[in-house]
């Protein structure tokens, strides 16, 4: 039986003077907006 797979991505890029730790936190941020707005999308945060 086929099943159905669905993909959400969350995107940021590091600016200037940005730690890790916010880069990952928006990341995050993104995917869960991708998520939770309809799945099978990218989201740049």
């Known amino acids: 039986m086929p099943r159905q ?4 991505f969350g995107v940021a890029l590091r600016g ?3 730690t890790p ?3 990952i936190k928006r ?3 993104a995917l869960y907006e991708a998520k939770e707005t309809g799945r099978n999308k990218v989201v740049i945060g």
């Open 27 to 29: 990341t995050d941020e």
């Open 21 to 23: 730790d916010d880069l």
């Open 5 to 8: 797979v669905t993909s959400s």
């Open 16 to 18: 200037p003077g940005e």
